[in-house]
C-alpha cells in the first residue's frame, strides 16, 4: 500500500512563510501527477500546485508568485511564502501510482490577520 503523509503545517502571522513536506512510502518518482490541494472551511478542494516529471511547475492563480512547489528523491515540498489570510486551509498532497489515486490525511495551515 502506498501512502502520502504530509507535515508542516502551523499557525503563522499573515506575510510570514510555511514550507510543506510530503513524505511517500515509495520512491517518490514512482508517483506521478504530484501536486498540492487545500481545503478552506465550507468551500470545495481546490488544486493549488502540480510538478511534472521533468521538474516542472504549475499554479493556481492565486498562489503563483508566493508559493513553489519542489521535489527531492523522497518528497514533494510545497514553499509558502507571502502568507494571507486566504491561504488558511486544510493542504493535502495528492498523486496517482498506476491507476491509484493518493491522498494523505492533510495538514492544517492557519494564518492570522
Known amino acids: 500500500q502506498v501512502r502520502l503523509v504530509e507535515s508542516g503545517g502551523g499557525l503563522v502571522q499573515a506575510g510570514g512563510s510555511l514550507r510543506l513536506s510530503c513524505a511517500a512510502s515509495r520512491n517518490i518518482f514512482s508517483i506521478n501527477n504530484l501536486a498540492w490541494y487545500r481545503q478552506a472551511p465550507g468551500k470545495q478542494r481546490e488544486w493549488v500546485a502540480g510538478v511534472g516529471a521533468r521538474n516542472s511547475a504549475d499554479y493556481a492563480d492565486s498562489v503563483k508568485g508566493r508559493f513553489s512547489i519542489s521535489r527531492d528523491n523522497a518528497r514533494v515540498y510545497l514553499q509558502m511564502n507571502n502568507l494571507k489570510s486566504e491561504d488558511t486551509a486544510v493542504y493535502y498532497c495528492?498523486?496517482?501510482?498506476?491507476?491509484?489515486?493518493?491522498w494523505g490525511q492533510g495538514t492544517q495551515v492557519t494564518v492570522s490577520s
Open positions: 495528492s498523486g496517482k501510482y498506476g491507476t491509484v489515486s493518493l
